[in-house]
Every structure is written in structure tokens, then in C-alpha cells.
């Protein structure tokens, strides 16, 4: 074995860019925190009510069991009704969950769609879809989807209330998928797949939406909130989900008026919201600084300034 060889084996392997970017995000530990609490959240949604001995429309049958708090027998206390609070706010944070990631993940894709071909295409193409972007963005989002809420009851009110957060939320995201698509149409390995004769389609596929993956991931961790808070807000208003369905919105909106009497009838249902949006938000965060470290550092020089300004002043 000669001398070069032996120094290239000993030099470090480089690392690929998606071990690095796992590398970054595990170290930082409050977002690793919250994805730890977010997935022991979807696993008391989803496997914890299979233990639960109440189902979220059953009523006790004993009348002394009616507005209880917390005990043995109800962990979460009791409604009015005498309906375990547990068991309700399991079933209501199952429907946040299902309605938020899987509005956000359709906005996603219908942004990434729309921008790419906005961004690639141009000219007329670009054109229509800014006009419907400008257009949406100007009408009142929530007035339209109440008008929808009266079809909502039932067992389709979970899908098109996901369709409609989804459809009312995914502009802004189009907006900066088209600028990134414009930048990358005129790169090289673009202008070659196209001068071969590859469909925009497979264009968007395999060039643009891999080089702007990074943007696609932390977009819709983030969106994922916003789509959480929309269906709270819907449904704590009567627009969202519909009786005999609930949510966590649904759940707040009914036992807010008892919030002060009776907290633990609302307490929960609350302190899941503020964790599921919370989460989402610090994942987010941890996943633009794993994606681009530089930005992290901006915002610590940024910082750091300000801490000069306050202390000469």
C-alpha cells in the first residue's frame, strides 16, 4: 500500500447531505424535545383509546358522576352529561390531527404544483396562476368556508373541511416555489432535461422538487400549526366540525362558558391544542437550522446586536 493510499483511507469519509441534516437537528434539543412530545401525542390519539373503558358519546350511568373532577374512575373528570372527558378529548385530538397534517400536507402539494409551473412555464401560465393567487388571497377565507359548513355534518365533514383549509392555505407557499422555480429553470441540468424532451411534469418531479425539498419540509411543518389553529377556529365558532363529531375546537367552543367552574372540562382539550401548535412550530425552526445553518447564525448576530444596542442605551 503506498503512502497516498494510505492517507486516503485514513482521511475522513464526507458525509451526505441528509445524515448531516439529521446530524444538525439532533443536536438541537428543544426540537428534538418536541418532536418527542408530538409523537407521544399521536400515540395517546390513537393508541390510548383502545384502553379507555368510556367511548367519547358514552354516559355514566350513575347520576353522581355528572361534572366530577378529575378521579380514579375518570381520569379527566366528567361533563355535564356525564361523558368522560378523557375519552372525548382523545376522539377531538384525533380529528385536530387528522384535519391539520392532512391540510397542510394538500396545501403543500397544491403549492408545490401551482408555483413549479408558474415558476417553469411562465408567460400566460404564469399569469393565470398569480391572478387566482392575488384572488384568493383577497377573499376572506373563513366567510367562504362558512358557507360551506352547513354541508359539513356527516361522515364527509372531515374531508371537506381538509379541503377547504387546504384550498384557502397554500398561496403564499406558491408565491415563494415560484421564485425558487424561476432561478432553477434557467440552471443547467434544467435547460438539459427540457432540450431532451422531458415533460414539465417529470421536470418538476425530478429536478425541481428535490433541489427545493428542504423549503417543501419546513413549509409544511410550520403549516401544520396554521391548520390546527383554522379547524379550532371554525369549529369553536360552529363552523367546523359538526355534532355528533367533535374536535378540539369543538371541545373548547362547548366548555368555555365552564372553563372558571369547572376547568377540567376545557383544561385539557386547551393544553393539547397549545402543545400539538407549539411543537410543530420549535420542529420547524430546528428544521430550517438544520437545513440552513447560516440562517441560525444570522439570526444570533442579529440578536447579539440588539443585546449591544440595549446595553449602550
Known amino acids: ?78 361533563t355535564l352529561s356525564g361523558e368522560d372527558v378523557l375519552a372525548q378529548t382523545l376522539h377531538g385530538l384525533q380529528k385536530s390531527l387528522i384535519i391539520g397534517f392532512c391540510a397542510a400536507f394538500l396545501s403543500a402539494v397544491i403549492a408545490t404544483v401551482a408555483g413549479s409551473l408558474a415558476g417553469l412555464l411562465g408567460g400566460w401560465t404564469d399569469r393565470a396562476i398569480m391572478w387566482l393567487v392575488d384572488l384568493l388571497l383577497v377573499i376572506p377565507s373563513f ?91 371554525l369549529s369553536f365558532l360552529g363552523f367546523g366540525v359538526q355534532p355528533p363529531d367533535i374536535s378540539l375546537g369543538s371541545l373548547i ?10 376547568p377540567w372540562t376545557f383544561v385539557f382539550s386547551g393544553a393539547f391544542l397549545v402543545t400539538i401548535v407549539l411543537c410543530t412550530n420549535l420542529i420547524g425552526d430546528g428544521l430550517r437550522d438544520a437545513f440552513d445553518p447560516s440562517a441560525k447564525r444570522a439570526r444570533a448576530k442579529q440578536r447579539g446586536k440588539r443585546a449591544d444596542r440595549k446595553a449602550e442605551a
Open 1 to 78: 500500500m503506498t503512502e497516498v493510499e494510505t492517507i486516503i483511507q485514513g482521511a475522513p469519509q464526507p458525509v451526505g447531505r441528509r445524515k448531516l441534516v439529521i446530524r444538525r437537528f439532533l443536536r438541537n434539543r428543544v426540537s428534538v424535545a418536541a418532536l418527542f412530545v408530538l409523537l407521544l401525542v399521536f400515540l395517546a390519539a390513537f393508541v390510548l383509546p383502545h384502553f379507555v373503558p368510556y367511548s367519547y358519546t358514552d354516559m355514566d350511568p350513575d347520576l353522581n358522576q355528572k361534572l366530577k373532577p378529575p378521579s380514579s374512575k375518570h381520569w379527566f373528570g366528567t
Open 143 to 233: 366567510i367562504m368556508i362558512a358557507l360551506f359548513a352547513p354541508k359539513t355534518k356527516g361522515n364527509s365533514s372531515l374531508l371537506l373541511l381538509t379541503v377547504l383549509i387546504a384550498f384557502f392555505g397554500w398561496m403564499i407557499s406558491a408565491r415563494i416555489i415560484r421564485g425558487l422555480s424561476m432561478s432553477l429553470r434557467e440552471r443547467e441540468f434544467v435547460r438539459a432535461a427540457r432540450y431532451m424532451g422531458a415533460s414539465t411534469w417529470t421536470v418538476i418531479t425530478t429536478h425541481v422538487v428535490p433541489n427545493i425539498a428542504s423549503i417543501l419540509i419546513i413549509d409544511t411543518t410550520l403549516a401544520v400549526g396554521g391548520a390546527v389553529m383554522a379547524e379550532t377556529g
Open 253 to 262: 367552543g362547548r366548555y368555555s362558558s365552564s372553563a372558571l367552574n369547572y
